[in-house]
């Protein structure tokens, strides 16, 4: 499949394995697990992490620091893959828009 545009969608799942290797399927399912827990729990993240940046992997907060750096750190620390981690920086008053 190298080389060509593939839809993921029409891909069965051992098709999505070998365009995207190994276990794509399962990384998938664990971001998504994380996207799920941030958006169900953004209010006690902003009271428990207010203007830090947390790291949640498979469902939960794994690691917070001051900064994007500093998590990242901590995730190769914890042998976590930071490709495969939903980084986000939390803030009470919500997301910033500088124009």
Known sequence: MAGRKVALEKL???GMREHLGGDAIGRFRRFGKSAEFVGS???KLAAQYNRAWVG???GAVVVHGDT???VI????AKKIDPNETLVEFVDKDGPRIIL
């Open 68 to 70: 994007l750096e500093d």
């Open 56 to 58: 949640v992997h498979n």
């Open 73 to 76: 750190a901590q995730l190769r």
């Open 12 to 14: 069965s799942k051992q």
């Open 41 to 43: 729990n953004a209010r």
